[in-house]
């Protein structure tokens, strides 16, 4: 079982830019949750609308290329008043910043089954590197359909959103955001 493929999940590059084939990420199956620290309670951002390409060599995952996009104004808190300020112009502001980008720089194996997965993370229109941890969680072909190929990534990391020009909150809301992706794809 190869684990690079995992990473390639994370990143957005077009098809075109990278040799290989062409992978989908699977909507309902993928998602971005963030935890923001407040005064000693956890919110949970969850981003379920993304989307992006993705180009794959399963013999090859050195060469993966990924662009992602995720929607901020789809971001879901389950209370509607904490969504409202998640949304605003304090926190992510959506009308100024609509998506949040991903490209995929590197993978790098570091076991059978986990990998490093090196990018560039775009939040309030800075781009800054991230560096996530994947495992896979999935990797085979699809179930009810023989020709195609699964593979599917738990991916973790944070992001000092300090390093984006944000310090709303500080220090009652922590700078540092720890980030859990679990990212679908499907072989095209």
């Given amino acids: 079982m190869r684990v690079l493929p995992l990473l390639i999940l994370l990143f957005f590059l077009p098809p075109a830019a990278a040799p290989g084939a062409t992978w989908e990420i699977v909507p309902g199956a993928t998602r971005v949750e963030v935890d923001v620290h407040w005064l000693g309670r956890v919110v949970t951002l969850r981003f379920d609308r993304l989307w992006g390409s993705i180009a794959f060599d399963r013999q090859r995952p050195d ?31 959506v009308e ?30 800075i781009t800054r590197p991230i560096s996530l941890q994947a495992q896979v969680f999935r990797y085979g072909p699809t179930p009810g359909a023989p020709d195609r190929f699964d593979a599917g990534f738990d991916l973790t990391g944070a992001v000092d959103r300090r390093a984006f020009g944000h310090t709303t909150g500080l220090p009652q809301i922590d700078a540092t955001l720890p980030i859990r992706i679990r990212l679908l794809m499907r072989s095209v």
């Avoid at 910043?97 to 990018?119: K, M, N």
């Fill in 63 to 93: 060469r993966a290329r990924a662009r992602i996009t995720v929607d901020a104004r789809r971001v879901s808190t389950g209370l509607a008043v904490v969504d409202a300020f998640v949304r605003g112009p304090d926190y992510l502001n």
């Fill in 96 to 125: 100024t910043y609509p998506t949040i980008g991903f490209r995929l720089d590197r993978l790098v194996r570091t076991s059978q089954s986990t990998a490093d997965v090196l990018g560039q993370l775009t939040l309030f229109g």
